[in-house]
């Protein structure tokens, strides 16, 4: 069976409305004094980039002397064209894609991470949970990830090969990541859908019968899906060149998201929830703040990057990835720790 990609468009407003690309930044005045600094984030209202968010509302950027432009996207392949296309200066998005730049011969290096583990959810519809009880039997089904080669959509194929599943049996759908998600898993359009919190506590609270193939928020889940213990997640990346040249810019940066993940780890997920801008938390605040409880082991303690945890990750994409299995690549050139001070 050949795979199909469907592009699944759905009106449905129930958690997160479309959000003016105005308030996901820092405001349209530029600040004397301050570097500026354009972040292409692959979706706000995801947790698993919560701390680029929540370090801006912490006044941490502006405290380091840079004047930082969130720029909002739909997905972190989105973010990532725009990195290439040069509309942004870094990316708070999947640490993978650097090393998919990397198969492709361009310099693309992670300098903070902030998850250990990727916080997505393989979850099922409410009409597919009597019949899906394992991944092995999505073949046949459509499953839907937030944007077509997307991270959601490689550690999909990753899965799914590890189970003994083709990957060109399953078709593959475009659900976004918030409101549309929700609605695609809740009305039926995809048997499956890989999620992330917020989206994915609303759909189970909503739904209690569906089922949870994959929950890649926690050390044991990933272990189960991958076979290892730590697969980074959402970093800061850039193009080396623009590293280089901007080297006390990306320490500040690198500074911001430690010192946000150390507020984290001292503050509860109700004073964590309370920073965040209310559009991103939705109107149920409980909610919000069940679904960060449940998400808090997936945040790095420290912004450092663990070298078996980057090695996993070629592993997997290498086995999806004709690309990446055919190059040389030099994992430890995809990312740097030496922007991260005790």
């Known amino acids: 069976m050949r795979l199909r990609t469907v592009f699944v468009f759905v009106s449905f407003v129930t958690f997160v409305s479309f959000v003016p690309m105005a308030l996901a930044t820092c405001g349209g005045r ?32 502006r405290d380091e002397g840079l004047d930082v432009e969130l ?35 361009r310099e693309v290096v992670a300098f903070v991470s902030m998850l250990r583990f990727p916080g997505m959810i393989l979850v099922t519809s ?16 459509i499953a839907g990830v937030t944007t077509a080669g997307s991270s959601s959509q490689m550690m999909l194929t990753s899965m799914l090969q590890r189970h003994g599943v083709a990957p060109d049996t399953v078709s593959i759908t475009a659900i976004g990541s918030a409101a549309t998600a929700v609605a695609a898993i ?47 997640g959402a970093v800061l990346y850039s193009k080396g060149d623009w590293i280089r040249a901007n080297r006390d810019t990306t320490e500040r940066l690198a500074r911001v998201i430690t010192r946000t993940l150390t507020w984290m780890q001292t503050h509860t997920p109700q004073e964590i929830a309370g920073k965040m801008p209310k559009v991103f938390r939705g109107d149920d605040d409980a909610l919000y703040v069940e679904a960060l409880n449940s998400s808090m082991p997936m945040f790095s303690p420290d912004g450092v990057m663990a070298a078996d945890g980057a090695e996993a990750v070629r592993t997997q994409l290498a086995g999806s990835i004709e690309k990446v299995r055919a190059a040389s690549i030099d994992v430890s050139k995809t990312y740097t720790n030496e922007f991260i001070r005790p």
């Open 30 to 61: 530029k600040n004397p004094g301050l570097r500026p600094v354009k972040i292409a984030v692959g979706g706000q209202n995801q947790m698993v980039y919560l701390p680029t968010t929540l370090a801006r509302e912490l006044g941490l950027y």
């Open 71 to 105: 720029q909002d996207f739909a997905g972190g392949a989105k973010a990532l064209q725009a990195l290439v296309g040069g509309s942004a200066d870094v990316v708070s998005g999947f640490y993978d894609h650097t090393i998919q730049m990397a198969a492709e011969g």
């Open 126 to 141: 409410p009409q597919g949970a009597g019949t899906i009880t394992r991944i092995e039997d999505l073949k046949g089904r």
């Open 186 to 232: 809740e009305h039926g359009k995809v048997d499956v859908g890989m999620m992330a919190d917020p989206a994915f506590t609303l759909v189970s609270r909503r739904n209690p019968g569906v089922r949870v193939l994959a929950d890649l928020r926690t050390a044991a889940g990933v272990k189960e899906a991958f076979g290892t213990g730590t697969y980074p």
